[in-house]
């Protein structure tokens, strides 16, 4: 599986932007696809993660209410909608994939995820 992320770039504070997770290869109707995102000098952290069967979703406290993952099977797609963007969002985000159907306990978790996309920058600054 190959992942891409693509939908960075500069926004203002309080602005949206969509972020586009494709997936190419093996395509499946199950799985688990999740957004993390890594600033300089500090580690990955969790974004939001999806559970294709279900459409389970998982959000990282930050982002909740703000963010919205979601996908489209067909076109083995992940989305990620942000809004309300705020300085400390700026971030190179990454998506990432597992064949497996993830628990909600387990899908913040870098190392249960196989494949990972390069990522895409977003900066937040007016």
């Known amino acids: 599986v190959q992942l891409q992320a693509s939908g960075g770039g500069l926004v203002h504070p309080g602005g949206s932007l969509k972020l586009s997770c494709a997936a190419s290869?093996?395509?499946?109707?199950?799985?688990?696809v999740a957004w993390f995102r890594r600033v300089p000098e500090k580690e990955r952290e969790f974004v939001a993660a999806i559970r294709k069967f279900d459409n389970g979703k998982t959000y990282a406290g930050s982002v909740k209410g703000r963010f919205t993952i979601s996908k489209d099977n067909a076109k083995n797609m992940v989305y990620l909608e942000m809004s309300s963007l705020e300085p400390t969002d700026t971030a190179v985000y990454y998506c990432a994939a597992t064949l497996r159907n993830l628990i909600v306990t387990a899908r913040d978790m870098e190392n249960q995820y196989d494949y990972w996309g390069v990522g895409t920058q977003v900066t937040v600054s007016s």
């Open positions: 290869g093996r395509a499946a109707s199950s799985g688990t």
